[in-house]
C-alpha cells in the first residue's frame, strides 16, 4: 500500500472517516487510543470485526474521525468506514466482508416525532367517556 485510503462511513446519526495506512495494528479515534475511547470490550470488537473477517489484523493502522449520534451509531460507522477501505485496498476483499455482512450501510433512522403524541408512536391515554 502506498498511500493511505480515506473512506466514510454512517449509521444513524454518525458519520466516521477512516485513513487507512499500512502498520503495526494501531487504531486511534478521534487522536484516542480506541480502548480507551470505547469502553465496554463489545464495542471494540465490533471496530476490530472487518479485520478479523478478513484475517488483516495487525497489518494496518487506522486512524478515524468520527463525528454525531451515539457510542452504538458511532460503532457502526466505524466499521462501516473501516470496511470500505479495506475493500478499497484489496477488491478480493468484497467477499467475505458481504459474507459477515459489513459493507452495508444499515438504513434505520429514529422515527420522527408527531404533534399530539409525547413520542413516534406512543399515544396519550385515550378516554372513552
Given at each position: ?83 470500505r477501505a479495506l475493500l478499497r485496498e484489496n477488491e478480493e476483499l468484497r ?35
Amino acid at each position: 500500500m502506498t498511500a493511505k485510503k480515506i473512506t466514510v462511513g454512517r449509521r444513524k446519526t454518525a458519520s466516521a472517516r477512516c485513513f487507512l495506512t499500512s502498520g503495526s495494528g494501531k487504531i486511534s479515534v478521534n487522536k484516542k487510543d480506541a480502548k480507551e475511547y470505547f469502553k465496554t470490550p463489545s464495542q471494540y470488537d465490533l471496530i476490530l470485526k472487518p479485520f478479523k473477517a478478513t484475517d488483516t489484523l495487525g497489518k494496518f493502522d487506522a486512524r478515524i474521525n468520527v463525528r454525531g449520534g451515539g457510542f452504538s451509531g458511532q460503532v457502526g460507522a466505524i466499521q462501516l468506514a473501516i470496511s470500505r477501505a479495506l475493500l478499497r485496498e484489496n477488491e478480493e476483499l468484497r467477499s467475505l466482508l458481504k459474507k459477515f455482512d459489513l459493507l452495508t450501510r444499515d438504513p434505520r433512522m429514529v422515527e420522527r416525532k408527531k404533534y399530539g403524541q409525547p413520542k413516534a408512536r406512543k399515544r396519550f391515554q385515550f378516554s372513552k367517556r
